[in-house]
């Protein structure tokens, strides 16, 4: 299940082979499909169900995401776990694209310049939107929005730009709002962008985390992963804890060559992480960054199948 | 006539070694491919189908765009290598256009696209060999693809062919037996036994039609089982790689959000 653009991935193993099936066969094996809700099991371990599949009846429960009634039945409609919280059965895809949630911080990248708002590609299901309202302009925070300011929104953010934000809201079709009024959000440069699935970033205290090779890490919730070189946090406020010309710049600062294989490095762990379906962590990529080092490989080298297996191996064989 | 293969011999046995009701051999990948949020590969005998789905994401054609539901779009692309002679279609061609005006009415009931207002689905069909059953083969794939992708859908969607050599009918024909036998592809919901696409490019007495009509439900609900073997297969591949670092994190670090860490242990 190991995923690099360029070349094929080989065929899952555990369903490598191709049995000869004839036809009729005999239906009875439809076993382990069927959930029984008193089951003091199901509370526990993770029941998994694909679409299509009865959950229960919907007399007794009220059906959640992933879910829909017919026929007085509860029916999965992705695959995935069924959690139960109470009487609300609902299921969680094993995969799919990120569902966004307030307050969630995210990184995106600006696709398209509109009046008084950017259309920011966020990996969602939608392009998410940044009203010129919730960005910080230069001047000070309380500062009012100029017809002006309208005018070169592309002095801000242009189409292709990166930028971290958080989510401020949704509107009524599900497309979130999101706003980057805070100094720790903004424009992006100094580094490299990975994405991951959404589902392989877990919240944390703090999304904002840096290493000790020198690389500052911002972990979506999107699953788009900012890696760069670390900033001191003296420099990060300038004036008034604002800086213009910092802020919306769109020229990186000068990167040694340690610090730029540092990145890209960890970009290259976080890849290889991601290909084997491992959760991401600050605490993660720091043991695997030490392990790399220690290792001594070669950069490019993580990304070759048997150093990546080896890769999450070590991170399973310390637990 | 002397020089035609047979295609169904005197002691029940087709061309390739099958009997009648014989389904060909299935095989069901799916690992994920390139950036693709959900992909499968899969073949039936010597047909082989790869499909990649892409999305609920921002519409690109923004005057098709739905303010109430997502638009399902479905492209197919056929190898120059995959048949016997090499022939190169373009995307304009009318026929490759019709699979995939096929493929996209089977799956508009299915998907729940009211789920995603304004947002596109795209599904992407690579035909890489084909030996009869296309559009069963692709329509298989494109679930697969749909579920890996995390889609709602309100069934697994089973498609095969079947065909009817003079009074005989039988499942899953070569390209050998569509050349010569009348044939129909049928796709069913195995649930409820709904069927969302029926279709039948040659004549075919009305009489027979019953027969190969419940045989191809029948059968779908074989391919069903697979399907489901396959999706579940991968499914608690997912889940377990999830779980296994999840018990991990609990024990050695205190980074995880404290509801996270709660459902966890319970």
Redesign the interface.
Known sequence: ?I?F?SF?????D????????????D?A??RD?DIDFDDEEF??G?K?T???E?LTSSHAFMRGH?T?V?NEQV?A?????VERVNKLISVR?????YNPEVGDLVVGRI?EVQPKRW?V?AGG???AVLMLSSVNLPGGVQRRKLESDELQMRTFFEEGDLLVAEVQAFFA???MSLHTRSLKYGKLRNGQLV?VPP??I????SHFTSLPCGVDLILGLNGYIWVSKHVKDSDREGEDGFDAEAVYSNRNDDIDCATRTAIARVTNIIRALAA????L????LLEAYEWAVEQDCDVKDLLLDDVAAALVAS??G?? | MGSRVEILNDDGYRSDGRRQFELRDITMDLSPRGTADGSAMITHGLTQVMVSVFGPREAKMRAQTLHDRAVLNVEVNIAPFSTGERRKRNRGDKRILELAASIKSTFEPVVQTALYPRSQIDIYVHVLQQDGGLLQASINAATLALVGAGIPLLDLVCAVTGGVHSTSPMLDLTTLEENDIPHLTVAVMPKTGNVTLVTMETRLHVDRFGDIFKLTCDAAQVIHQEMKRAAYARTRRLVDAMDVDSKSILLTGDNVDKDTAMNELE
């Open positions: 299940m995923t653009a094929a991935a080989p065929p899952d555990l369903y490598g082979h191709g049995h000869r099936v004839a036809h009729p066969i239906p094996d439809d499909m509370v526990s993770s998994l694909v679409p299509g009865t992933g829909y017919d029916i409609s992705v695959a995935g776990t895809a094993a995969r799919s694209r696709a259309k590609d299901r939608q392009d079709d599900g497309a994405i589902a392989l877990r919240r944390l205290k084997h379906w491992q959760p962590t600050d605490a993660v991170l399973g310390q637990h």
